[in-house]
């Protein structure tokens, strides 16, 4: 079974950066992690898969993210990275990586890390 582990969320200033990490552990199959990617969550707001990465580094992006995020896993370290860029409050959320063996992934969840974007 797969388990996640999130970490790099924080407070940042409009314009800023953050680069978020999601650790991937336990005993699974590789088709398990053959999609990864980082969901959102803003408050009172339906989830919104951010960005996703396939075991052939094929990405996909949601619009509001496009040409600011970067996604990019490391499978010899079981590690899926979230680079944001020109962060604007509105990307205020509770970030949370998955994984599965399609798209979209959704198999194995991790428990989240808070990305607040406020002066």
């Known amino acids: 079974q797969v388990q996640l582990e999130e970490s790099g969320g924080g407070l940042v200033q409009p314009g800023g950066s953050l680069r978020l990490s999601c650790q991937a552990s336990?005993?699974?199959?590789?088709?398990?992690?053959?999609?990864m990617g980082w969901y959102r969550q803003a408050s009172g707001k339906e989830r919104e898969l951010v960005a996703t990465?396939?075991?052939?580094?094929?990405?996909t992006y949601a619009d509001s993210v496009k040409g600011r995020f970067i996604i990019s896993r490391d499978d010899a370290r079981l590690t899926v990275d979230l680079e944001m860029n020109t962060l604007t409050p509105e990307d205020t959320a509770m970030y949370y990586c998955?994984?599965?063996?399609?798209?979209?992934?959704?198999?194995?969840w991790g428990q989240g890390t808070q990305v607040t974007v406020s002066s």
């Open positions: 998955a994984t599965g063996a399609a798209y979209p992934p959704s198999g194995a």
């Open positions: 336990g005993g699974f199959f590789s088709s398990e992690i053959k999609v």
């Open positions: 990465i396939t075991s052939g580094r094929a990405t």
